[in-house]
């Protein structure tokens, strides 16, 4: 059956940059694309998570997301500023281990009848786990969700029980979209998560990360209920392996603020290395720092004793030398 566009379509229209579709179509996600629809139907609207949420059918935190991949894609800019894609934290000394070559990101493509029921032939648990993840998310997946859980397990190397779950976690923090879901995968596969005992560690960590942004959240004022994928690495790298507490964060926070007009964690994470490598760990060693380096400088910058800032006896040589001036002259 052959189609073409239906002419009546065209009665009110608005405009999609080309390289949208060129570029991003095969790697966005439903609600990424979703996002940009609205956006660009709306161009003369604030892009907000909150307005553009409930008209698109996704969770404030699932359009937040999606919002700061648009901004990578540079196809959003924030804060009147062209939007980079974040540096990712530098690795402590202590977990510095040679680099794994990273991933590719799973693309959503809709497979075919036929591809669907021939992996499910090679391999009965794969229709197995569509029907145990369907129970786990409380909703029917489609080919969509089939194909990401395929390559989770293909690709990533991900056994069916870790992504049992990687799916229940994922429903605890009320990120079941699969969007996210493919993201999380491929963390877990570039670390090499491929046991139980593993799985379990690594939820841990990621809670605590989540109990982490709630403090610092909170301390910032900041208003996001879950911290980004980006962000995410950076709780981890500064909790997990530096052993930062929310407080010491904060003051990075702070710090960040006084010299930047955004909230900037590549910022964030200069700073806290620098206190890394320094060996500071508490708010009074940054407050101890702080003070001799106020100390140094005005030790530095005073004037020693003896010494005045100008030649006095210059000064009355030359005063003696002027002319003197007398009414009516």
């Known amino acids: 059956m052959a189609y073409s566009i239906n002419p009546a379509a065209f009665g009110e229209m608005f405009a999609v ?43 404030a935190a699932d359009v937040a997301d999606a919002l700061v991949a648009l901004c990578e894609w540079n196809v959003l800019i924030s804060d009147g500023k062209k939007a980079v894609a974040p540096s990712e934290p530098e690795k402590s000394p202590e977990k510095a281990q040679s680099a794994k070559a990273p991933l590719p990101e799973i693309q959503p493509v809709r497979p075919s009848y036929e591809q669907i029921i021939r992996r499910c032939k090679e391999s009965p648990q794969i ?78 960590i990621l809670r605590s990360c989540n109990s982490v942004w709630q403090q610092f959240a909170q301390m910032a004022g900041i208003q996001n209920p879950r911290p980004t994928s980006s962000q995410s690495a950076y709780l981890r790298t500064w909790t997990v392996d530096m052993k930062f507490s929310p407080e010491m964060i904060f003051m990075a926070y702070e710090e960040m603020m006084d010299h930047s007009s955004r909230i900037s964690f590549a910022y964030m994470n200069k700073v806290l290395n620098n206190w890394y490598g320094k060996g500071i760990k508490t708010p009074e060693q940054v407050e101890q720092e702080k003070r001799e380096y106020r100390e140094s400088k005005a030790k530095n910058t005073k004037p020693q004793e003896g010494t005045a800032s100008f030649d006095m006896d210059e000064f009355k040589r030359r005063a003696d030398k002027l002319p003197v001036y007398k009414k009516g002259e």
């Open 17 to 59: 940059p080309g390289r949208v579709v060129d570029d991003y179509i095969k790697l966005a996600s439903p609600v990424q694309l979703k996002a940009m629809l609205w956006i660009f139907r709306h161009a003369s609207e604030p892009v907000e998570p909150e307005r553009i949420a409930p008209c698109i059918g996704y969770s």
């Open 127 to 204: 229709n197995d786990m569509f029907n145990d993840i369907q129970q786990i998310l409380g909703k029917t997946i489609g080919y969509d969700g089939q194909s990401v859980l395929i390559m989770m397990h293909d690709q990533y190397g991900l056994p069916f029980e870790v992504i049992y779950m990687l799916a229940d976690y994922c429903v605890s923090i009320g990120k079941s979209n699969f969007a996210y879901m493919a993201k999380v995968g491929r963390d877990w596969g570039e670390r090499e998560i491929d046991t139980l005992e593993k799985a379990d560690e690594q939820i841990k």
